[in-house]
């Protein structure tokens, strides 16, 4: 019996976006479904929505009334996305969010992880320290707590997180996503030729996975790593 084909996964997303976070979800569920079927490599690709968010983070009802234009609109939206959040197993609590932070460093200690094969566990655990319990994931120090809760070794990660290393790979791979045409999160990318973008339901993330590994493709739509 030949082995399932690889399937390549190319994850454009941002850590303070509720909708990357409902999305790297539904992907788990389309995955499941296959239920071996093709063999996923998942690859996080950043994207800093905010970029120019200060290192001390926005102050979270500011940042609704710049993107919504009243926290009030704001606050229905996250309501809404909080109850879709049901569905999915994830208890968003807003109202433990007091500032959205620049996630340069999560971004950064995500792809420290996934050379240790631990991307996955803790970019999930990003989400949920940010989403549902409140975590300042800007903090280098709280980024630390949580790799050291996923696997890692705290003061490795510290050390790392204090220096440079990788913080021109996360603004390359920013550039390289807006190239290719990935302009709002989230975005999957399936063997670098066949994107969905926003939050899809698993069944529509499975069609695409089935057109990705199975079907010839006229035009592809590249993701650089």
Known sequence: MSAPPVLTIDLVSDLVSPWCYLAQRRLARALRALDGACLPRIRWQPFEINPAI?????????????????????????????????????????????????????????LLAEEFDSGERVSD?????????????????????????????????????????????????HAQAQSAGLTAVPGIVFNRRYAVMGVQEPEVLIAAIDRAVFEDLDEEQMIAH
């Open 54 to 110: 200060k290192d001390a983070g926005m102050a979270v009802d500011d940042y609704l009334e710049s993107v919504f234009g009243s926290t009030e609109a704001g606050r229905e939206v996250l309501a809404d996305v909080r109850d879709v959040g049901e569905g999915e197993g994830i208890q968003f609590d807003f109202e433990r969010v007091a500032s959205v932070p620049n996630t340069l460093a999560a971004h950064r200690l995500i």
């Open 125 to 173: 655990a990003l989400f949920r320290g940010f989403f549902e319990e409140g975590r300042d994931i800007g903090n280098i120090s709280v980024l630390s707590e949580v790799a050291a809760e996923t696997g890692m070794d705290a003061a490795a990660t510290l050390q790392y997180l204090s220096g440079d290393r990788n913080r021109d790979t996360v603004r390359a791979r």
